[in-house]
């Protein structure tokens, strides 16, 4: 069964805390990204990779950070840098980062701080 | 990068009603364009694209889109709504000037009521 797995599906984090989300596809796709979305606001790219050991700044990357060891992994970290951290956070992939490919989404994660 | 307006927030309409979601964008550039749905708690579904030919395109679910250049819309309609067509709607648009990256408007929240 392909698709993009996210977990966890709620996460809460502490003041100070550095915090993970998990993001993983089977789809073969080389291109991931990470949206912030936010009540009334649409989605916000965070960060997104094009290929395995590259990844470039979204337009808010400030507070956060990712890797892209593996085609099949894109993590996210939320560090205690971003002071407003509670949203929804989706991840996508598509086959490359092209003019005529199809973003698919996973299904979120919600993060709220205690 | 592109400025996607979705001129309407929330859209309420009675089952078996017509509904029309409008969608507008910033560049009249070579575009390409999407409409992706969001039901509570979940990540986005394409229901439709446009990348090129008919300005028509139809999509899952009795979906249809139009694209016109002139006005730079692209405006989502069904001739008949179900109690379970109540969602997010989003507009998304890419263009080469932003790499392809996607640009998404605020949203629709659907609400179909029997």
């Known amino acids: ?7 966890p599906k709620y996460l809460f984090r502490k003041e100070g805390q550095n915090v993970t989300l998990s993001c993983e596809q089977n789809l073969n796709h080389d291109a991931m ?4 979305q936010d009540p009334g606001q649409g989605l916000r790219l965070i960060y997104y990779s094009q290929i395995v050991n590259d990844f470039q700044k979204g337009d808010i990357a400030e507070g956060y950070s990712v890797s892209r060891e593996k085609k099949e992994s ?3 970290t939320v560090t205690s840098a971003q002071k407003n ?11 490359t980062q092209g003019r005529q490919e199809t973003q698919y989404f996973g299904p979120g994660t919600r993060l709220l701080v205690l | ?3 996607v307006t979705q001129l309407d927030s929330q859209v309420p ?13 910033s ?3 070579s575009v390409y364009l999407f409409w992706y749905v969001q039901y509570p708690n979940q990540g986005l579904q394409l229901l439709l694209k446009y990348l090129s030919g008919s300005t028509l395109v139809k999509g899952i679910n009795g979906f249809e889109a139009e694209f016109n250049k002139s006005q730079t819309s692209f405006h989502l309609r069904k001739p008949s709504v179900h109690i379970s067509d109540t969602a997010e709607y ?9 790499d392809y990256k996607l640009s998404f408007g605020a949203g629709t929240t659907v609400t179909v009521r029997a």
Request: glycine content about 4%.
């Open chain 2, 13 to 25: 309409v009675f089952e078996e009603a017509p509904v029309e979601l409008r969608c507008n964008y």
């Open chain 1, 1 to 7: 069964d392909g698709g993009i797995t996210q977990s």
């Open chain 1, 85 to 95: 951290p509670t949203a929804f956070y989706l991840c996508a992939s598509s086959v």
């Open chain 1, 33 to 36: 990204y990470w949206y912030r």
């Open chain 2, 1 to 3: 990068a592109q400025s």
């Open chain 1, 74 to 76: 894109f993590p996210l």
């Open chain 2, 90 to 98: 989003f507009c998304a648009v890419s263009d080469r000037f932003n």
């Open chain 2, 27 to 29: 560049s009249s550039v």
